[in-house]
């Protein structure tokens, strides 16, 4: 197994065929799309047979460059086409019905997975039509060699997956194979679990991601996804709890957790990792500039959910926010806000970028309470705004999310706030924060939660 180092959890980059589950199949006008994908014994690769109905396009194309060079070939009842730079090439007046094409999987890029189940994005395997059409109805169906397990973040229907359109755009991970598998509702959504390598139990797992879920949910008492996927592979890190974390929104709602050999539950259950990225979900997917928006409130709510919750106390969750202001100040490339967050994967600006949005986020909640003697909040005002793009699928920018915000709070601060630390080149002055003008709020801020932070399905829709 890998070993990603303690450094690894800056790298929040940016979704079972066991019976039917109930299932809102999104109903089209348009095209049909239908994608019959058989993995290789080895699980190596895998033949896809594409078939259209009422969707006119000119070419089969890869969701990313990366994955173009993955294809193997392609056919029409047997007869090959051409191939340029990984795009299928039709070459016709009328589109054929079907199309036949091979791809071989890289390995994963967290050497994931082993001989009897791999971690994939759908990247490896799903090409699209382009022209890409506005209303295709899409459904997928695999063939894993020994009667393996699939598990998806997708809506399925006696083994057939129904993704959104998003499918086509941004990746997801998938898991084939032998691994373990699992299910539970918690805050109203359908939780489902792929298990890989000596992992922590089922039931100390769905106790972690129990109390993680419903410590998210506690932002508006409801969980702002009615489907999610967990995929839980255990690395050997004696240095963190959880090695690593990512959450992924490709046709569905999908993180990757990491936890080390060896942990124990209750450590898993106030590590921060699961929470900041189940966080990530009350919030749009960002453009890379507007990044130390989406980070900033995750990792904020990754420590006040967590004192809210009781699974940390009050006073560690403010030490670990002034430590990370330290580290933040410390570090950077001395861009602006903006352009940290933009370059952060090639500079490593990553504790620059959140915990300067930590402190826009704090900033904004102090504030909020403060106009308002604590009525509107940032998770109220979150929750509220976040209908706002709750079916958005599109990459959207921090102008949106902030202006969201304001409608949705009344306080005319907050884009005009974002703005300025965005274009600051400098860390913002957190010292303000510790002055005893601040002592209610803060201890507001992280107060347990009368009754704790159950949210029950009844009450959460
Ligand atoms: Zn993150």
Redesign the pocket.
């Known amino acids: 197994m890998l070993n990603i180092g303690r450094t690894a959890w800056l790298l929040?980059?940016v979704s079972c065929v066991h019976g039917a589950d109930r299932v809102a199949v999104e109903q089209h006008s348009g095209g049909v799309a239908h994608y019959t994908v058989t993995i290789f014994d080895n699980l190596g690769g895998a033949r896809v047979r594409a078939c259209f109905n009422g969707v006119i396009f000119a070419q089969l194309v890869p969701i990313n460059a990366s994955a173009a060079s993955r294809l193997r070939g392609a056919w029409i009842d047997g007869l090959p086409l051409e191939i340029r730079d990984g795009r299928i090439l039709l070459n016709e007046q009328r589109p054929p019905e079907c199309v036949d094409y091979e791809t071989q999987f890289e390995r994963s890029r967290f050497g994931l997975g082993d001989s009897s189940a791999v971690v994939l994005s759908q990247s490896q395997w799903l090409w699209r039509p382009e022209p890409f059409p506005n209303q295709v109805s899409t459904s997928v169906r695999f063939a894993v060699p020994d009667d393996g397990r699939v598990s998806l973040s997708w809506p399925q229907s006696n083994g057939v997956y129904h993704p959104n359109r998003n499918v086509f755009f941004d990746e997801t991970f998938g898991v084939f194979g032998a691994f373990n598998w699992q299910a539970f509702s918690v805050a109203n959504a359908r939780v489902e679990v792929a298990r890989l390598g000596a992992t922590p139990l089922e039931g100390d797992v769905r106790r972690w991601l129990t109390r993680a879920v419903e410590a998210t949910a506690s932002v508006g008492g409801r969980f702002p996804r009615d489907r999610l996927q967990f995929v839980i592979v255990s690395v050997d890190d004696p240095g963190a709890e959880v090695a690593f974390?990512m959450?992924r929104r490709g046709g569905g709602s999908s993180i990757l957790l990491l936890p080390s050999v060896g942990v124990e539950v209750a450590q898993l259950e106030a590590d921060w990792v699961a929470i900041?990225?189940l966080?990530?979900l009350w919030l749009p997917r960002l453009y890379a500039e507007d990044r130390w928006l989406?980070?900033g409130i995750?990792?904020y709510l990754q420590e006040v959910l967590r004192a809210r919750c009781g699974l940390q106390s009050s006073d560690r969750a403010w030490r670990r926010i002034r430590e990370g202001f330290e580290r933040g100040r410390r570090s950077g490339s001395g861009r602006a806000l903006a352009d940290e967050s933009r370059n952060m994967n090639r500079t490593g600006a990553y504790q620059r970028v959140?915990w300067a949005g930590t402190a826009f986020a704090l900033e904004t909640d102090l504030r909020l309470r403060r106009r308002s003697n604590g009525e509107s909040t940032l998770l109220t005002v979150l929750n509220d705004a976040q209908r706002n793009w709750a079916e958005e699928t599109r990459l959207v920018g921090a102008s949106r999310v902030l202006a969201a915000l304001e409608q949705s709070s009344g306080a005319e601060f907050i884009a005009a706030l974002g703005e300025r630390y965005a274009a600051s080149s400098d860390f913002p002055d957190t010292t303000y924060v510790d002055s005893s003008e601040y002592d209610d709020l803060r201890a507001q801020i992280s107060a347990p939660l009368d009754g704790g932070c159950t949210v029950s399905g009844e009450s959460s829709r």
């Open positions: 929040c980059l974390g959450v900041h990225e966080s990530h989406s980070e995750a990792t959140y």
